[in-house]
Structure formats: C-alpha cells, structure tokens
C-alpha cells in the first residue's frame, strides 16, 4: 500500500503506524511499557551479587502480570538466559525477555544502549519509544535514553529500590 494522494512516503508510514495503534472500536491501544534492565551494578553488585533479587523478581512478575514487557540490555557479554532463572522466573516468562547482551569495541566504555533499546523494542513490538524505562546505574545511559525520548531510572545507589521503576511505570500510564 502506497502513500495516498498528497501524502509522503513518511507520512504514510506514519499513518500506517497510527492504525495499527487502533483497537477494533478506533480507541488508542496503549502500547505497554517495556522496561529494559541493565545487569552490572544494577541487577547485580560489583561482586556478582544480586541486590535484592526478591524484590526484582516480584517486580518483574508484577510487571509481566500486567502485560508490560522486560528485557535486559547490558553492555556485558556474559549474561544469558541462566540470569533469568537465577532470578527465579519460570520458562514462560523467561521465553518472552528478550537479552541484549553485547557491546562495541570500538567504543570507549562499550557504547551507548540506544541499538539495545531499539532491538528489545523489535523484540517485543512495542513502537513508542516513550513507552521505554531503562533501568540502569550509568548516568550517561539514562541521559542517552532520555535524549531518545525513554525515561531513565537512575539505580545502582545506596538506598535504591525497585518501588522506583515500579513508580515510573505508573506515571507512565496515567499520561
């Protein structure tokens, strides 16, 4: 299907994405929010550890209970789907948590996480990058996501709790 009369190639993507976004009754379908956890520092403390790993695992299932999305987006090449279970997920919620697991060597530092986002926002078909929460405990990720339009939740620090993704997934739909 072409661009109507008098409508760009973009506009009619546009349009087409704005369809797609429509229930059967023509209401907005709200995409859900996918929150996308980096691992090291944040998942994890610097010695392996998990920080809280109850409270991540029930806000996760809380998340999932309520049709949202997860992935992992972490700079790191050692994570897989064993993290997961170690978390204490079952198999059904493992299969839909898409793992970005890789970094640029050409890069200082391993890069930015805004592919990672992209690619778990293919993953899990959710198209409005302001549906996006990266959960992460470097400052310049959270800055590079919010530059793209996500919301960026700071972890990582003494005093940090999973209630503060579990906010921002709350503001996020009351908008």
Sequence with gaps: MGPEKGQSNEESVASSIRS????????VKE??????????????DKNGNFIDREGLKNLIDNLLEHGHKVA????????DELLLKQIGLTEDQIKGIPIMAYSDPKTTGGGNKKRHIQEAMQS????????IILVDDDGNQIIR????GAT??????????WSKVQKAVDKLNQK
């Design 20 to 27: 797609e976004s429509l229930n059967k009754d023509r209401n």
């Design 124 to 131: 899990t078909n959710v198209k409005d990058v302001k549906r």
């Design 72 to 79: 992992i987006t972490t700079l790191s090449t050692i994570y």
């Design 152 to 161: 960026g939740v700071q972890a990582g620090y003494e005093g940090f709790s």
């Design 31 to 44: 995409d859900p929010v996918l929150v996308c956890f980096d691992v090291d520092g944040t998942i994890l």
């Design 145 to 148: 996501a919010k530059f793209i």
